[in-house]
Each structure stands twice: as structure tokens, then as C-alpha cells.
């Protein structure tokens, strides 16, 4: 993700006017943002999966499990919430050049 945050920040801070840049960089970050979002329900699917068994076994290694996909579903959508702002960025700085087109 950090490579694509750093492309989406030099072309806003370079004022990058090459739109078939900014819209391939635009794609790329879209499809990054979907990835994320499979993630986000892969792991929401198995937090609920591990929820619904906790009574059933060893509930100190599910506890333990419960957290670690609760600490990542948490870092997942700070990232996902970062991507699209910058993508909505990036998204005016196109709009913009267009229109100076």
C-alpha cells in the first residue's frame, strides 16, 4: 500500500497534468482499495466464525485469535479510510485537469 500512497502523493504534490498517468494511478489505487475491502470481509467473516464457536474448545488460543483479527480488521480499515482519501484527492486533481484541458 505504501508504494501506492507515495505515486498518489508525488502526483498531487508535483501538480502532474499527464492524465493518463493520473487516471492509470487512479486504477491502481482503486484496485488496491477493493483488495482491502476482500480483506475487511475476509476477516469480518472469520471474527463472526470464531465468535460463534468460542464455547466450544479451546476459548483462551480463540480469545487470543478474536483479538488478532480484531487488531487487524482495525489496521485494515485505517488503511482503507487513507486510500480513499487520497484517492478522492487525486480524483478533484484529475476532475481539474480535464476541465484545463
Do not use: C, P
Not at 78 to 98: K, Q, Y
Amino acid at each position: 500500500m505504501v508504494d501506492v500512497l507515495q505515486k498518489i502523493q508525488a502526483m498531487l504534490t508535483a501538480k502532474s497534468r499527464d492524465l493518463d498517468s493520473i487516471e492509470h494511478t487512479l486504477t491502481d489505487g482503486y484496485a488496491h482499495a477493493l483488495s482491502l475491502e476482500a480483506e475487511k470481509w475476509r476477516l469480518e467473516r472469520r471474527l463472526t466464525e470464531v465468535a460463534q464457536g468460542i464455547e466450544g474448545g479451546d476459548t483462551q488460543a480463540k480469545t487470543r485469535e478474536l483479538s488478532s483479527l480484531a487488531d487487524r480488521l482495525d489496521g485494515n480499515q485505517g488503511e482503507l479510510e487513507t486510500l480513499r482519501g487520497v484517492l478522492a484527492d487525486l480524483r478533484r486533481h484529475a476532475d481539474g485537469v480535464r476541465v484545463a484541458s
